[in-house]
């Protein structure tokens, strides 16, 4: 069978009963929508970080998208973020109405440049979006300084970034406010599409419960508009529930895989593994490594049954869904090198020791041979 760089079904084999309990559960509550799994879900995400507010949402893409217009973010507004992310971080800022600004990454670690932020900033500047990209943190003491220093809102997006932690703080709770994904591929995932918004401001998690519900503070009156139908699903709640009890032990089991990535495939030459960032503590979302020549190296692991991925192959301003922007090839050169060098590795909780082995021994063959 091909080797996939995600797969869901040896953890399902292994959780079943607990999954298919959390499915009764829902069915026989006699509340479908917005019932006891949703608001339980909320208040435990939200003690897993500490305290805070939780508002669920349908999917990632809407809690950055409402995240951003519970903070006031809207149409003539300019938001700052990075190109080399999943394109959904920028569709979602597009869908509020505001403008989406690029700055480059590192060359480190692949995260937004936090130096190059203040130049980047104008008078119509809103929101600043960090994206803790493939689980690990941007650095976030000088976007937080930057956002009080110019009344900017700061929105972290942590689709990427469940149980991550900076300088011992968890992703989610250094922003106004945070927007996670529960896609299933995600570090934290359902079995279909889930999200959710965390803040510690009561106004924002306000206007996020009737962002969600049409606009309505109480049924069938709309106080405000814009409104959506973005809820999440009560049947995701309960298994997020479920997943959420063991969120450590998969964050555990990504890095004890990382680890030995590491140490079987680290003294490739040409071959650039993760590193990570001082002070972070990465989970491994997906494991992303570099090679100048990539595209032959996923080309010959096809004859090992390989199938890689590569997050991501277009930085988003050189889609022409974008092309409006007006950021020309060139624009952002680190990441655009890097979209032409980087492909990632197998990675998840129950990914089996023989498989990573068998994506070690190959790796180690094609890069010999090259
Ligand atoms: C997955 C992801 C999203 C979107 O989440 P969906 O649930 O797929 O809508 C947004 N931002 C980042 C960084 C992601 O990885």
């Given at each position: 069978m091909t080797t996939r760089v995600w797969d869901y079904l040896l953890e399902y084999e292994k959780e079943k009963s607990d999954l298919l309990d959390a499915v009764t559960t829902v069915f026989e509550s006699g509340h479908l929508v917005l019932g006891q799994s949703v608001s339980g879900f909320e208040a435990e995400f939200a003690e897993y970080h500490g305290g805070g507010l939780c508002t669920g949402v349908d999917n990632g893409t809407n809690a950055v998208k409402l995240g951003l217009q519970a903070l006031g973010v809207g149409p003539g507004d300019e938001v700052i973020t990075v190109s080399n992310t999943a394109a959904p971080t920028v569709v979602a800022i597009d869908g509020t109405g505001a403008t989406p600004v690029f700055v480059d990454i590192r060359e480190e670690d692949f995260l937004m440049d936090v130096e190059q932020v203040a130049a980047a900033i104008t008078p119509r500047t809103k929101a600043l979006v960090p994206v803790h990209l493939y689980g690990q943190c941007v650095d976030m003491g000088p976007l937080r300084r930057l956002a009080d220093e110019h009344g900017l809102v700061l929105l972290e997006d942590c689709a990427q970034a469940h149980g991550a932690s900076h300088h011992g703080r968890q992703a989610g709770t250094m922003g106004d406010a945070a927007a996670f994904s529960f896609y299933p591929t995600k570090v934290l995932g359902g079995y279909g599409d889930g999200g959710a918004v965390l803040t510690r401001d009561s106004t924002v998690d306000e206007n996020m419960r009737r962002l969600r519900y049409y606009g309505m503070e109480k049924q069938y009156y709309v106080v405000a508009t814009p409104g959506h139908n973005c809820r999440l699903d009560e049947l995701q709640a309960e298994i997020l529930r479920r997943k959420l009890r063991r969120l450590d032990d998969y964050v555990a089991a990504r890095q004890a895989i990382a680890d030995r990535y590491a140490e079987g495939l680290g003294d490739l030459a040409g071959l650039r593994l993760?590193?990570?960032?001082?002070?972070?503590?990465?989970?491994?979302?997906?494991?992303?490594?570099?090679?100048?020549?990539?595209?032959?190296?996923?080309?010959?692991?096809?004859?090992?049954?390989?199938?890689?991925?590569?997050?991501?192959?277009?930085?988003?301003?050189?889609?022409?869904?974008?092309?409006?922007?007006?950021?020309?090839?060139?624009?952002?050169?680190?990441?655009?090198?890097?979209?032409?060098?980087i492909f990632s590795l197998p990675m998840y909780p129950s990914l089996p020791e023989h498989t990573q082995d068998k994506v070690i021994g190959a790796l180690r063959d094609v890069i010999a041979d090259l």
């Open positions: 993760p590193a990570t960032a001082p002070g972070n503590e990465h989970v491994y979302y997906v494991y992303v490594v570099r090679h100048p020549r990539r595209d032959e190296i996923i080309e010959r692991l096809k004859a090992y049954d390989i199938a890689l991925n590569i997050s991501y192959p277009w930085p988003v301003h050189t889609m022409t869904g974008f092309a409006h922007l007006g950021y020309a090839t060139g624009s952002l050169p680190v990441t655009e090198r890097l979209a032409g060098e």
